[in-house]
């Protein structure tokens, strides 16, 4: 039979999940604004990722804490490591989810990384889908240039240049983002 908490040690596990969930959207957070506006996810955010999901379970966890999170950190590397082995994704994508499993764990990370390729399939799709109509091609032009005057950058296509343009490719935290939150939601 499973003891009972007591009721501090609960209040102090809701602390620490919140506090950890807090690590976790400040990453993401971060590498998100990064890819997006430089196309390149810094290793100093990475490996910073995985030096506080380290410290954070080393901390409230100890040993167990530390193989919690290198458990996580591997076991996402290496899930990962396949798709960039096909140049599915950049090695920053693969490093994200490094801090991913330090900070989160194996369990948590794995889910990410499951929601998180299938919205880039749906992305994709979509991408498809809606490329192909013209109409819908300028609607998609005039939020790619609000977006970027969010963050303060000018279009570097014409709307001309831009009907023209054939995606091939995306920044993959379009869909992590999506499936961080997703897997938030249910963990």
Avoid: C
Avoid at 61 to 77: A, K, P
Avoid at 144 to 155: A, D, N, Q, S
Wanted: proline share 2%; aromatic share 18%.
């Amino acid at each position: 039979m499973r003891k009972k908490k007591h009721g501090s040690d609960h209040r102090k596990e809701i602390i620490y999940m919140s506090l950890q969930f807090y690590l976790l959207i400040l990453y993401i957070l971060i590498a998100f604004i990064m890819d997006v506006r430089f196309n390149k996810i810094p290793n100093w955010l990475t490996v910073s990722g995985v030096i506080v999901g380290l410290a954070y379970h080393v901390i409230t966890g100890l040993i167990g804490g530390l193989l919690f999170s290198l458990l996580g950190l591997v076991v996402s590397v290496l899930v990962l490591l396949l798709l960039y082995l096909f140049k599915a994704l950049a090695a920053g994508d693969v490093k994200l989810f490094a801090g991913v499993g330090a900070i989160m764990g194996m369990e948590f990370s794995l889910y990410g990384i499951l929601y998180s390729i299938i919205f880039a399939g749906l992305i994709s799709l979509i991408i498809i889908i809606f490329f192909k109509f013209r109409v819908i091609k300028k609607f998609i032009f005039y939020i790619y240039r609000w977006v970027l005057t969010i963050f303060k950058k000018e279009p570097k296509l014409s709307m001309e240049a831009f009907l023209e343009l054939k995606i091939k490719q995306y920044p993959f935290m379009y869909a992590v983002v999506p499936g961080i939150v997703l897997t938030m939601y249910y963990f």
